[in-house]
């Protein structure tokens, strides 16, 4: 598969087992050589890195809070089909545009909020699996803030709270590795007490899509994929598998440890499966394809401006954000064994950027032939 021509300066691959929550692989980059630290660094070196904007010394899968785009509709998903905000039946129409009245002003139109898809033509009527498939927008903006047009009512702000956090958001994972933050799981008190202002319509629909105040890190988003590829139970992740003595000996083996199992019905992951395996059959993920072997993904392009963004002037003015690029699957479908996570900082799209690193790392462990010439 040919790889597109990206140059990314930070990112992060992980690999996982999602029965056991084992981790089998994880890098993070930018990195650095640990030999530098073996004699003493030079004040040059560490200058070096320390000066770097995108921080080698910093493990970006555990310690970097990052807006998780479109693959955080699958929290979403979960929730308003276990809420009863959406049925197997339900269909929701994307025009590719949707207006939201200001509730201070509901009669005047100048100050009303647009909120588009990321297909501007539209995707027409979709139920819950065309959503994730799709990964439309204005689908899970209904989904998660509701609709007034229609009288749809949504998810709400505290439930996909309360639903993010029970996936693992918003606290440590508590894998075995320092420095790991819990990234923000938002609130309507979060943002008073924080920003000082009422929480909108318009908040709900940006976190309905994982943009807005949330963060999370890549590990995080790979171990709460892991919960929808087991079909539910939450595991610590761990990076230890075994401990041996000095002859080779196994004196010590790691068990999986339970973090919770949440309370999801068998119907409900499997529509979310079928939406994540379909996003790769015939939605926004068709390079993630391996011939023989059946895969889920999700795609996300995490709009977004830090403090990099604003210093290189590359922040745009609304919907002109440079954006992160996301790719998440796992397989096989019918008893997943391995899943990945591909994040790469200002990569653009998922779709085309993210999934090719993902597709590559699920053919070599499986064993499948990976195009040795691509860039």
Known sequence: MTQPNVNSPRGVAIVMNPQTGEILALASLPTYDNNLFAQGISTRDLERLSDDPHRPLLNHAISDGLPPGSVFKIVVATGALQEGVLTPRTRLTCPGRVVVPNKYYPNDPGRAQSFYCWNRSGHGTLDVVGGIVHSCDIFFYQVGGGFEETQFEGLGVERIAQYAELFGFGEPTGVELPAEIGGLVPTSSWKRLTVGESWSTGDTYNLSIGQGYISVTPLQMLNAVNVVANGGTLYRPRIVHHVTDDRGVMVQRFEPEIVRTLPISAEHWSLVQRGMEGAVAYGTAPRAQIEGLRVAGKTGTAQYCDDIAL?????????????????????????????????????????????????????????????????
């Open 311 to 375: 210093e290189t002037g590359i922040c745009g003015v609304g919907l002109e954000q440079p954006t992160h690029a996301w790719f998440t699957a796992f397989a096989p479908v019918e008893q997943p064994e391995v899943s990945v996570i591909v994040f790469l900082y200002n990569g653009g799209e998922g779709s085309t950027v993210a999934v090719p690193v993902v597709h590559d790392i699920l053919g070599r462990y499986f064993g499948r032939p990976v195009d040795e010439t691509a860039p």
